[in-house]
Structures are given as C-alpha cells and as structure tokens.
C-alpha cells in the first residue's frame, strides 16, 4: 500500500469545504428560510408554554392565577408578542412553500416578491391583532 493512500482523507488538499454561509450573500429568500426554521422552534417552545397554562387553567387555579400575572407583565406581553409574530410568519412563509410545491413562484423574480409579501404581511397581520387587543386591554 502506498503512503498516501493510508493517510487520512480529511486533508485540505485533498478534500475541499463545502460553502457555507460566510461565502454566500444573503439575499431574501434565503434569510426567510432560515427565518422559517427559526420560527418553527420558537413555535414549539411557545407551545409547551401553551400546554403549561392550558394545564394550570383545568387543574391548578393559583398557578392559573399567577401564570396570568405572569402573561399580563410587560415582558409575558412582549413574548406572546414574538411567539405571535412567530406564528404569523411561519404560517404565511409556509403558505408560500405550498405555492412553491405546487410548481407556481419558483423563478426570481416571482420568489422575491413573495418573499415581500411574507415580510410585510407578517408585520401586518401581527400588529392588527395586537392593536385590537390592545385597544380592549386598556
């Protein structure tokens, strides 16, 4: 056997990187991807948050209560206010991917606006909701 073929494979010269994201540009559609990923995971924390307070509300009414005290704070309301932008953007970008499996918005340009689309309408919807219920909290 000769030398080279027992040294290892993981050699620079030998194997090149793939690219990563310090070489590419970010550009729309690939932030919202990963936005999307991102967004998935705090959906599923928010949710076990949910679950929490949907247990406390059927079998512990003092943890209720102060899970409500809890929720009502400035800092309860700023995170059911991520976790609601959260949801509203998963839920518009994935309607895009059901658009994109189906073969419609797959070119550039289309893709880009899309994209738009999802960011603007996500600030939309949140803050449309979070106006009406701020104007029936206060």
């Keep these: 056997m000769s030398e080279s073929s027992s040294t290892p494979r993981t050699k620079s010269h030998e194997r090149p990187l793939s690219p990563h994201l310090t070489i590419y540009k970010p550009q729309i559609t690939s932030m919202l991807s990963i936005s999307h990923r991102i967004s998935g995971v705090l959906l599923s924390a928010g949710l076990v948050v949910f679950v929490a307070w949907l247990w406390c509300a059927a079998y512990c009414p003092e943890y209720y209560t102060a899970f ?71």
């Design 68 to 138: 409500s005290g809890y929720a009502t704070s400035w800092w309860g309301m700023l995170l059911l206010l991520m976790w609601s932008f959260a949801f509203n953007y998963h839920f518009l970008n994935g309607i895009r991917h059901l658009f994109w499996d189906m073969g419609e918005g797959l070119e550039l340009e289309p893709a880009i606006r899309s994209g738009w689309i999802v960011v603007v309408g996500t600030f939309a919807i949140t803050g449309l909701y979070w106006w009406a219920i701020m104007v029936d909290y206060y």
